[in-house]
């Protein structure tokens, strides 16, 4: 438990500073020896503590009254259960994934680096108030088939095995935000990867860049 909650601090700490969250616009959770452990409310994921992670049950919204989990628990919970073998969840406000969100699109894979991390696509979960058993509902849908969504007019909910994954997918996702955005301003033609480039990276590497349906 203590090496997980010096991870997420440490986590906390790295999202602020790259500039995709500021204050409490965010959540972090992991799991530990069958333990679930998240973000309170309102917690300042660039000033964490221990103090600032609650134990929440890792199947029912239930957790400590005081101080109460992060708003968002009940979809910390849906991507654990649409997503087995995931250890950490990483739910944050980025610009640039958020810009994309706003004018209604999913990111597709531009490099093979998003491929391998992030599959053939992030897709774009349509605005759901949060805090919602309703948004809960359609981050586990999406997440079924893929380790991060984009959450229109609100952020994005990135998975991962470890901490350091998730992080990487994180910045990973923020990053091809930026890169999209841009390429999308030229007005020019925009030159993502093909079915059959995938296909190749596929083969290329053994398998090493399939990410349709990984549970992980």
């Known amino acids: 438990m203590n090496q997980l909650l010096t991870e997420l601090i440490e986590a906390g700490r790295e999202i602020v500073a790259q500039g995709l969250v500021r204050g409490s616009g965010g959540n972090l959770s992991g799991r530990s020896e069958g333990q679930l452990w998240i973000t309170r409310s309102g917690a300042d994921l660039g000033l964490l503590t221990t103090a600032d992670f609650v134990p929440a049950h890792p199947t029912t919204n239930t957790a400590p009254q005081s101080p109460p989990p992060s708003s968002e628990l009940s979809m910390h919970l849906a991507a654990y259960k649409a997503r087995p073998g995931t250890e950490v969840v990483v ?11 706003l004018i209604g699109r999913s990111l597709p894979a531009l ?3 998003l491929y391998l991390h992030l ?6 979960v349509p605005y759901i108030t949060p805090t919602t058993e309703q948004l809960a509902a359609g981050v586990s849908q999406m ?12 952020g994005v909910l990135v998975t991962g095995t470890t901490t350091r994954q998730a992080l990487l ?8 935000a930026a ?7 030229t007005g020019q033609q925009i ?8 296909q ?8 090493r860049y399939k990410n349709v349906k990984r549970k992980t």
């Open 91 to 101: 739910h944050v406000h980025p610009p640039k994934a958020i810009s994309l969100g």
């Open 111 to 113: 490099t093979p680096d």
């Open 119 to 124: 599959g053939p696509s992030v897709p774009l």
């Open 143 to 154: 997440l079924a088939d893929n380790p991060a969504v984009l959450l229109q007019n609100h």
């Open 169 to 176: 997918r994180l910045f990973l996702l923020e990053e091809h």
């Open 179 to 185: 890169l999209y955005l841009d390429a999308l301003s």
């Open 191 to 198: 030159r993502t990867l093909s079915e059959e480039d995938m």
């Open 200 to 207: 190749q990276l596929d083969e290329i590497t053994g398998g």
